[in-house]
């Protein structure tokens, strides 16, 4: 049986305070970008894994902060 590659990611980078990193809004662009021509989960804006019959926003185009374990 295949590991699960999501068990060896490292713990999300946390500021201090418990907060997470924000990305600048050109780093978003770029990422977004890279989401839309790479991800294999994302078709038409929504997240494929997230899917259970409604259609779902994929949650990392929307926010400043990394929170999708693919992107990671």
């Known amino acids: 049986m295949k590991e ?4 060896r990611l ?3 980078e946390c500021k201090q305070d418990g ?4 990305m600048t809004p050109t780093q978003r662009k ?3 970008a890279l989401i ?16 259970d019959g409604d259609t779902h926003t994929c949650p ?4 400043f902060s ?3 374990k693919w992107f990671r």
């Open 4 to 7: 699960n590659p999501y068990k």
């Open 10 to 12: 490292p713990p999300i």
């Open 19 to 22: 907060s997470l990193y924000r």
């Open 30 to 32: 770029q990422a977004n």
């Open 36 to 51: 839309r021509w790479e991800c294999c989960c994302y078709e038409d804006g929504n997240c494929m894994l997230l899917d």
């Open 60 to 63: 990392q185009t929307i926010s």
């Open 66 to 68: 990394v929170c999708c």
